[in-house]
Each structure stands twice: as structure tokens, then as C-alpha cells.
């Protein structure tokens, strides 16, 4: 199913309408209330579509029990390319207001959702996502699923493959002037560190030359010096994607495992 809501007044004194897919779990009873899987796109230039994906396949929450949420906020394509262009240089503003702006719509449209038994999965922009979401409004989710993302954005930003992309959404480079400093510190996931304290499973590949496996490293590092309970899984043999059959398998299963183990009744 499909709903829009109100989005962030922009600048031009416009308020977009945002749409959010919603994809109910199997057998779906409005008598019983379900947790909620809240799936985070990448890019962030990227969309939610009615497509399928061996991949990030909502369909894989809905068969085990969840109704998922996934919102397409500002920075998503295929509703005019203003509304696209509108995250850059601001990644943790208004698209964080139009993420939790359409899980609350979502937890109103469907009144038999749990909203203490959320996890927010995100892989990319989107793992970027939920690692600002762990240190910034932990109090929505019961746990987190950060896939690829990006904790700290000079070392990972100095050290991706794809180098005109930092220096596009971010302005420039920080030594470039003090205003460009101060947005890449402050758009930084790891300046959220001190309130991380909702489980998070964190997953890597090892091979990964977008966001170097290295953010993963710090993120759980950071999770485990503060006491926070988390697993890592890393793939040796996998990039920014989960490619392979049997990996697929195995991160599926162990996402899978961990949204169940902190959503149980």
C-alpha cells in the first residue's frame, strides 16, 4: 500500500507531499499488533519502487511477521529533480524530519503497529541514516541494522573511491573554508556517539571501496566501548553489495534473527 504525507516546508514556502510505501506482513490481521521493520533507501539519491530485489526485499519482514515502512523523503528521485537535489548538503535535516514524519504516518494509518517494537535497516545513505537516527532519536526504535553506512564522514569521505561525490554534497573539502569544515562535522554520525544505546547489528564487506569497511569497524567499536549490546558480521569476500548466494542467505538470516530477538512481545 501506499500513502503521502506532509514533508518540510522548503524554502520556496512549499510543503511537498512524500510518499511512503507500506507493505503489510503476511496473514495480515488488524486484530493483532505487529512490529514495524523501517527500511531506510541508499544513494541518497535513490528511491523505494513497486519492484523486487533479492536484495533489501521488504517481502523478506512481511513473511516473518513485520510490517515494513519504507519512505521515499527529500533527496529521492522520480518526483522532480528540486526535490532531488534539495539533500545536498543537508543530509540530517529535513530528510531526517520526512523519515520519522512517515513512520509516524504510517504508525497512524495502522493503529494495530507496536511503536516500541521498531528497528530501523538501512544500507549506504541509508546506514548513514540509521547511525544518525541510533545517536539522535534512539528513543523511536528498539534496535537498529546498519548495512555499508557511513559513521564518520571525513575518514570515510577521504577515503571512498567515488571522491567527487563528497565534495558535491558537501560543498567542497573541509580545509577549504570554515563553513565547509563545520558541515562535514557536523553531519557526522559520530558526533551522536555518547547517546548510542539501543542495539544495533552492524555488517560489512571487507572488499568495499564506497564507504571502506572501516566505518563498520568504528561504529561497532564505538557501540561495544559503550556497552551497548551488538554484533558485527563481516564478509571478506563481498563489496558495497551482498552478491553471493550463500552471503545473501546468511545476512538475511542473521538480519532476520536480530530484528525478531529485539521486537519480541
Not at 13 to 32: M, S, Y
Amino acid at each position: 500500500e501506499e500513502l503521502w504525507f506532509d514533508g518540510v516546508q522548503g524554502p520556496d514556502g512549499r510543503i511537498p507531499k512524500v510518499h511512503t510505501l507500506v507493505i503489510k506482513p503476511v496473514n495480515f490481521d488488524p486484530a493483532k499488533k505487529y512490529p514495524v521493520v523501517f527500511l531506510v533507501h541508499g544513494g541518497p539519491q535513490g528511491a523505494w519502487a513497486d519492484s523486487w530485489s533479492h536484495r533489501w526485499n521488504p517481502q523478506a519482514w512481511a513473511g516473518r511477521g513485520f510490517l515494513v515502512v519504507m519512505v521515499n523523503p527529500t533527496g529521492s528521485t522520480g518526483y522532480g529533480q528540486a526535490f532531488t537535489d534539495a539533500i545536498s548538503k543537508d543530509w540530517n535535516g529535513v530528510v531526517m524530519k520526512e523519515l520519522l514524519g512517515g513512520l509516524d504516518a504510517a504508525l497512524r494509518k495502522f493503529p494495530n503497529t507496536d511503536p516500541k517494537r521498531v528497528v530501523a535497516c538501512g544500507a549506504s545513505y541509508g546506514g548513514y541514516a540509521v547511525n544518525w537516527l541510533m545517536g539522535h532519536h534512539a528513543d523511536r526504535f528498539a534496535a537498529f541494522v546498519s548495512h555499508a553506512g557511513i559513521y564518520n564522514t571525513e575518514s570515510m569521505q577521504l577515503a571512498t573511491e567515488e571522491l567527487w561525490f563528497p565534495k558535491w554534497e558537501f560543498g567542497g573539502w573541509p580545509w577549504e573554508s570554515p563553513a565547509t569544515a563545520a558541515r562535514w562535522r557536523s553531519m557526522s554520525p559520530s558526533t551522536g556517539a555518547k547517546h548510542f544505546r539501543k542495539p544495533a547489528l552492524v555488517i560489512h564487506g571487507e572488499l568495499d571501496y564506497r564507504v571502506p569497511y572501516t566505518e563498520g569497524i568504528q561504529l561497532y567499536q564505538t557501540l561495544q566501548l559503550r556497552g551497548v549490546p551488538s554484533e558485527f558480521l563481516c564478509f571478506p569476500d563481498e563489496g558495497h553489495w551482498v552478491l553471493k548466494p550463500q552471503n545473501s542467505k546468511l545476512w538475511f538470516e542473521t538480519m532476520l534473527g536480530w530484528c525478531e530477538r529485539w521486537t519480541r512481545p
